[in-house]
């Protein structure tokens, strides 16, 4: 049988790893610069937990994981033969792989709020699974990188996380834009065109406007039964200003007398002007006035950040969620989060050429095997090598020089030592630079002092 990986899933090789920890060793040093704790959740949960907090589409791309054993044998047989999907899932699968990490944070928020000390702010780097259709920056398995807050309904927390991004991305040389929308904005929206039994439905097919178009929106809303008038009122949102607080006046004087609507654009207003006050250049906020996510949880601020000038869905997202613990029986746990897409961070840094040309995988020195007792020695010195944090290793067999050269070389190791037994006679060590080709002997003691600094 021929090995192939499964769709949607990649291998690592070593410079890829090098690189992706670069990126997540910027984010946790951030994360926490930030005053943001870790914390790790299981890969799969309860399929309960995770089912009916992302809205219909998102409930289908969710992984289900069969139950252990003779799954099939508790499967209703009339269900069975009839293929009756949904109701089989329910007979068959009790868990499911994690589809984000938000969900299984306010699942541990409401299983341990008793012991917490609030606002709790956590962050969390771990793979999520998605039943998605793989493209280019899109998997089916993927890591986020997340930072929430609950416990707090402070717009302050907003700001901070924009200046969470705005860091971050600064970090690893990324030029970004951060769109900016708010969900209370989309609901006023929706009372204004009079849909808000419809809201769902407009905000799942306006957040689709960078892939589809207007004109796809405009079809999508039309299957959705939503009247052509309604649509029309709404033609405003198509020709959007670049100027994000003259959007928002804008918004305020169609929200007249739309309490919802106007509580979201006050809030969007006020950290728009906090985050310009605290010197962030207003190109890179964007009021995107039709910025939906798609999910059902979000409550307040939405969050999107997008790389310029590289053809790349959101690098990054998400927004307040004031509402997600209530399904887990907890109220009144207000909460904020975002999230960093590593995997499409890595591909729009390697787009850019942002990694550096030549990844220093550690290994400093390379001992030449000239048999046993000199392996013996060498291993010796290898270990006061590693005791100083020098990468070092031993070729594993006493093989011609020439291949263990072209060992050296391949691997990228800069130094081949040679410790035969004439060095350790003389109680000298010989390191040859593969790149300059110079070959120095010195003592020991020489060696230690000065030449693996």
Known sequence: MKPSLAKGTRDFSAGEVINRRQIINTLQKNFELFGFQPLETPSFENLSTLTGKYGEEGDRLIFKILNSGDYACKAKEEDWNAKNSQKLISQISEKALRYD????????????????????????????????????????????????????????????????????FSDLKIPVTLHLNNRKVLSGLAEYAGISDQLIDFTVALDKLDKIGKEGVIKELLEKNIEQTSIDKLDF?????????????????????????????????FVLIKCMELGIPSDQLKFDITLARGLDYYTGAIFEVKANGVEMGSIGGGGRYDNLTEVFGVKNIPGIGISFGLDRIYLVMEELNL???????????????????????????????????????????????KKQFTYAEKKGIPNLVFFGEQEIYEGKITVKDLASGEQKSTSLQEFFNNYTA
């Open 101 to 168: 990490l938000t969900v299984p944070f306010a699942r541990y928020v409401a299983m341990n709020h008793g012991q917490m000390v609030f606002p709790f702010k956590r962050y969390q780097i771990q793979p999520v699974w998605r039943a998605d259709r793989p493209q280019k920056g899109r998997f089916r398995e993927f890591y986020q990188c997340d930072a929430d807050v609950v416990g707090s309904e402070s717009l302050w927390q907003e700001v901070e996380l924009v200046q969470l991004y705005l860091k971050s």
């Open 237 to 269: 949102l198509f020709s959007q200003s670049d100027d994000a607080l003259q959007n928002v006046k804008q918004l305020k004087a169609k929200f007249q007398g739309i309490e919802t609507g106007t509580k979201g654009v006050e809030e969007l207003e």
């Open 355 to 401: 990694f550096p040309d030549n990844t220093d995988f550690g290994v400093h020195y390379l001992f030449a095997n000239y048999g046993e007792q000199e392996s013996l020695e060498a291993l010796k010195i290898i270990a006061q090598l590693r005791g100083k944090g020098i990468s070092a290793e031993l070729y594993p067999e006493p093989t011609k020089l």
